[in-house]
């Protein structure tokens, strides 16, 4: 798995909320928002240690454990190579936008999140579906 090149590309993606939560990490407020109710108001919040760095490395290690999971199926031959690469992209897409988000709406700024999560996870279904 670690000589797979998309999948090393993956896990440098995992730099880029690295970076911005490190850039931001003194400008946000000791609490910033985590969770959101369908209405897009923030209604969960956390520390601004976990709500960053623990959700970030909480990804990481879903990551790990599903492409871990992926290549070790004894079924992998039926999955195309195409399929695994965007696979191995899913996580770290969905991370740096959970982290801008908290970064954004921490700074006190808001927009739609209900609208952004929806085209996400869209876009991730057709991506997969197809």
């Known amino acids: 798995m670690l000589k797979n090149k998309w999948f090393m590309f993956s896990l440098a993606l995992f730099v880029i909320p690295?970076?911005?939560?490190?850039?931001?990490?003194?400008?946000?407020?000791?609490?910033?928002?985590?969770?959101?109710?369908?209405?897009?108001?923030?209604?969960?919040?956390?520390?601004?240690?976990?709500?960053?760095?623990?959700?970030?490395?909480?990804?990481?290690?879903?990551h790990v454990f599903t492409c871990f999971?992926?290549?070790?199926?004894?079924?992998?031959?039926?999955?195309?190579d195409f399929m695994m690469n965007i696979l191995f992209m899913i996580c770290p897409v969905i991370c740096i936008v959970t982290s801008m988000t908290i970064i954004y709406f921490g700074l006190g700024y808001s927009f739609d999140v209900g609208f952004v999560m929806n085209i996400l996870v869209g876009v991730v279904l057709i991506v997969l579906g197809n």
């Open 18 to 62: 690295l970076v911005l939560n490190l850039v931001f990490y003194n400008q946000l407020p000791d609490v910033v928002p985590t969770h959101f109710d369908v209405n897009g108001q923030v209604d969960g919040t956390m520390p601004k240690f976990m709500g960053l760095f623990g959700m970030l490395f909480l990804c990481l290690a879903i």
């Open 69 to 80: 999971v992926s290549v070790k199926d004894p079924k992998r031959n039926n999955i195309p």
